[in-house]
């Protein structure tokens, strides 16, 4: 029989600069599902990539120096990149489309064509309020404030010559698409959508610019690009083959399923995109998913907010201090899937230390390590089970079905909640059973065994429903109980593993945090990663060589700015020789004369006079310099005043 196919897909982030915690938190999330949907046997096509035509990558690039394909060549492709980033957390996705691919701006040419052909886009002039940031258009009424309403920065009078979509003629099928079914989930962003961009009236969209170059150019008018949400949201298109000949699956796994996207973009997801694929005649995807976003310091975790929070948000810095899967697992535990979370980096350390060190962990090494202390590490077939045990094997045998029901209705943290009821179900009938108590008695070795049996069961079915969660260290935790050739989804039944089983005591899986001592850790790995890259030190000098250096310490008499010079101040310093020295120094950018009168400086005084400006110079100040984004920085070097002029420095 042909599996039944499951499409999934995350939105294509922009790379416009480094990711953070949020993106990682809903790609981890769709991997997951996509995960679990492999494991109910499906055959899941996963698709992510990134967005990387429009206006702000082309400024950025601009601003980078470098052209806007190498600017994201750089972020999508280079060392730790975003593909870097998704190998490391262990993202399972099939596909990776880079919307400057080759095959996707042909396709995209293509369907701009026949939306063009059948009469849904027309020519007009566009006037709006226009975000750069969000690239979006707003009418009077959506900004909030006079900003943009996503992003809250300034939006701006934008008008230029552009083609249309007639978006406003498909506001009724639209409408019906929301309010039927589950079209769109969290079913409360439906009276979102209706509320505030249906009811008021749909107006057309705006799907071509003449003002930036970096997009996809309407082949049949030059001078304009497609409008960057078409040529993104139809990603999910190209990338299965749709009007190309790079991939050849749309027939097989369109409609997609399910496309997760946050919040933010709900309203692309859910009224443009729909309504471009009715005038394509094509079908419809089955759900828009809309998660909420991870909030940090009251607002939405951003690529601003990198630099300025104290938390840290880099998943790279978090995957490498706390293990990929304790991160995957914290986002997913804690933040209900489609509402909002506060993230911080206190709240993963003790969902760490109580849900895997304590629960999952403990379990896993109490285990183990009693059925090598009491058996050898070897379960003997002949066991005798106890009333007592009902409870916890009735909850195991409940597990899958409920879990199940919460992954296929996209509830990862509920499906937790399940499991984790197991596991501390299983903590406690340790207590309860008192295995070392039992121990004690050679009479009570079948009893001892089945209480071991049951917890090494409790565990495996437990761990086959982490898998998708936490791939690695179930594997190693399975494998661990002997459970490695008893974990497909039907395994999951209570009493599927059989006959012999070996156990062995491995690698602590989730050791226990120190809250502080961590929060400190990283707070140390987050400044040196912020810290600008100093430059290789220089090659060897000898001793004799530095010592030819006569570098003093100077008091400035006076300090002016040089005649016609934006650079150069002249100071007179008192060098300890009791005649003044002229030094002329070109630091004006970063220092006014009145500023360095009287203070306690550090020269070179043995450098070969030379003139500046038609000016004697005799020495340098010396600073210290860096850079900083591209910029210099320069710090005089001031001393303590304490110091007498004329010491030498050596
Ligand atoms: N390129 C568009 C999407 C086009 S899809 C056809 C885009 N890109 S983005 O880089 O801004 O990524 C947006 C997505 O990243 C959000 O929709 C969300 O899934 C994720 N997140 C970005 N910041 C986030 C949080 N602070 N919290 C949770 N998710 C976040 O929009």
Redesign the pocket.
């Known amino acids: 029989m042909e599996k039944k196919t499951f499409y999934i897909t995350?939105?294509?982030?922009?790379?416009?600069d480094k990711?953070?915690?949020?993106?990682a938190?809903?790609?981890v999330a769709t991997d997951t599902i996509a995960r679990y949907k492999r494991l109910r046997g499906y055959d899941v096509m996963f698709l992510t990539g990134?967005?990387e035509h429009g206006q702000k990558i082309e400024a950025k690039a601009k601003a980078a120096g470098v052209s806007p394909q190498e600017f994201v060549d750089r972020i999508v492709t280079g060392e730790k990149g975003i593909k870097d980033l998704w190998k490391l957390m262990n993202i399972s996705n099939d596909r990776f489309i880079r919307t400057t691919d080759d095959y996707h701006v042909q396709s995209i040419q293509r369907v701009f064509r026949k939306m063009y052909d059948n009469g849904d886009i027309y020519k007009g002039k566009y006037s709006g309020k226009y975000c750069k940031d969000?690239e979006s258009f707003w009418t009077e009424t959506q900004l909030v404030d006079g900003k943009c309403p996503d992003c809250g920065r300034a939006v701006q009078d934008a008008e230029e010559e552009a083609y249309f979509f007639r978006l406003s003629k498909y506001a009724k099928p639209v409408q019906e698409l929301l309010e039927s079914g589950t079209f769109l989930e969290p079913a409360s962003r439906v009276n979102e959508m209706i509320n505030n961009f249906i009811k008021p009236g749909l107006e057309d969209l705006c799907v071509s610019r003449t003002s930036f170059t970096w997009g996809v150019p309407v082949d049949f008018d030059p001078g304009h690009v497609v409008y960057?949400?078409v040529d993104?949201?139809y990603?999910?298109c190209t990338a299965l083959g749709l009007y190309n000949d790079r991939y050849h699956d749309f027939d097989k796994y369109w409609p997609a399923d399910v496309?997760?996207?946050?919040?933010?973009?709900v309203r692309?997801?859910s009224i443009i995109?729909p309504a471009m694929l009715m005038s394509a005649g094509l079908p419809l995807p089955k759900k828009v998913f809309g998660?909420?976003?991870?909030?940090?310091d009251g607002g939405?975790?951003?690529k601003s907010k990198a630099n300025n929070s104290t938390n840290v948000i880099d998943p790279y810095i978090l995957s490498e201090k706390f293990g990929v899967d304790a991160l995957r697992f914290f986002l997913l535990r804690t933040f209900p899937f489609g509402s909002?979370g506060n993230?911080s980096n206190e709240l993963l350390i003790s969902t760490i230390n109580t849900d895997l060190a304590n629960d999952l962990g403990n379990l896993v090494s109490r285990t183990t390590a009693m059925v090598e202390k009491y058996f050898g590490g070897v379960l003997p077939a002949e066991r005798r089970a106890d009333p007592m045990d009902e409870e916890l094997k009735a909850m195991l045998r409940a597990l899958p079905e409920k879990y199940a029901a919460q992954m296929d209705v996209l509830q990862p943290h509920l499906a937790l909640e399940e499991v984790f009821r197991c596991i501390q179900r299983a903590n406690k009938y340790i207590d309860e059973t008192m295995p070392w108590v039992l121990a004690k008695d050679e009479a009570n070795k079948p009893r001892l065994a089945e209480v071991m049996y049951n917890l090494v069961e409790a565990l495996r079915i437990c761990l086959i429903c982490l898998t998708p969660f936490m791939p690695e260290s179930c594997d190693k935790a399975l494998e661990q109980i002997g459970a490695q050739g008893c974990r497909a989804w039907d395994d999951t039944a209570y009493g599927a593993l059989a006959g012999e089983i070996r156990v062995h005591k491995g690698e602590t899986l989730f050791p226990r945090l120190d809250l502080d001592k961590t929060l400190a850790e990283l707070e140390e790995i987050s400044r040196r990663s912020k810290a600008p890259k100093t430059e290789p030190v220089l090659p060897d000098v000898t001793i004799d060589e530095f010592a030819k250096c006569d570098m003093r310490v100077c008091k400035v008499l006076s300090c002016e700015a040089v005649k016609k010079s934006e650079k150069l101040l002249k100071f007179q310093l008192d060098d300890g020789s009791g005649t003044p020295r002229q030094i002329l120094s070109g630091i004006h950018k970063f220092y006014e004369p009145e500023q360095l009168v009287g203070k306690t400086v550090v020269a070179i005084l043995n450098l070969p006079p030379r003139k500046m400006m038609g000016q004697d110079s005799n020495g340098m100040l010396l600073s210290a310099v860096r850079e900083v984004e591209g910029k210099e920085e320069l710090h005089l070097m001031i001393l303590d005043d304490s110091v007498p002029a004329g010491a030498r420095l050596c």
């Open positions: 995350t939105p294509i982030y922009y790379p416009s990711l953070h915690i949020g993106h938190y809903c790609t990134t967005d969000c960057v949400w993104a949201l990603n999910y496309h997760v996207v946050g919040k933010e973009i692309f997801h995109w998660h909420g976003w991870l909030i940090i939405k975790v951003s909002d993230f």
